[in-house]
T-cell receptor, first 116, second 114 residues
């Protein structure tokens, strides 16, 4: 079965420090991986995605993610965290079990708390 | 202004009542989706539609219904058969020509049972 796991419910970092939000996946075939951010009472905003090519993907707001096929991981990173980065982060993988329906399978989400 | 518009932002449902959440997109996307978000459970797919006049059940379709009469519109009806409808509902859309296409989301609608 296809799945996405975000092993940490919450990540706490100090402003200015690097941050990592972890994601592992299990899919059949080539993975199409996405990261989204959600601020309170808002919809999901797209940050970045991995389709093919370079394992390091750069996205919005200074975020990047590293695709690691051998570890089936797609961790989200940022070199220097901002207080305004505090939000809920979702990792997702395209569901490839039923053709090109566009469905996403989401992780449970990780709350990022950046303290000043 | 392009995007996905959900309305209303807040909706209250009485017991035994059906309510409809609106989702409109002007991105010319082929596919549209409805997700339900509960705390600690991530997002779960309710229904999706890849083309006008066609839609499929997602993982938690019981107690919900949809229609896709126009490409731009994908309204979700929460029926009285849905026993625990209080949640945040998110509409999304994308193109279907490639698996790598990004799925974009609306701002969400809160539904509360009173």
């Amino acid at each position: 079965a296809q799945s996405v796991a975000q092993p940490e419910d919450q990540v706490n970092v100090a402003e200015g420090n690097p941050l990592t939000v972890k994601c592992t996946y299990s899919v059949s075939g080539n993975p199409y991986l996405f990261w989204y951010v959600q601020y309170p009472n808002r919809g999901l905003q797209f940050l970045l995605k991995y389709i093919t090519g370079d394992n390091l993907v750069k996205g919005s707001y200074g975020f990047e993610a590293e695709f690691n096929k051998s570890q089936t991981s797609f961790h989200l990173k940022k070199p220097s965290a901002l207080v305004s980065d505090s939000a809920l982060y979702f990792c997702a993988v395209r569901d490839s079990s039923s053709g090109n329906t566009g469905k996403l399978i989401f992780g449970q989400g990780t709350t990022l708390q950046v303290k000043p | 202004d392009g995007g996905i518009t959900q309305s209303p932002k807040y909706l209250f449902r009485k017991e035994g009542q059906n309510v409809t959440l609106s989702c409109e997109q002007n991105l010319n996307h082929d596919a549209m989706y409805w997700y339900r978000q509960d705390p600690g459970q991530g997002l779960r797919l309710i229904y999706y539609s890849q083309i006008v006049n066609d839609f499929q059940k997602g993982d938690i379709a019981e107690g919900y219904s949809v229609s896709r009469e126009k490409k731009e519109s994908f309204p979700l009806t929460v029926t009285s058969a849905q026993k625990n409808p209080t949640a945040f509902y998110l509409c999304a859309s994308t193109y279907t020509d490639h698996k790598g296409n990004t799925i974009y989301f609306g701002e969400g609608s809160w539904l509360t049972v009173v």
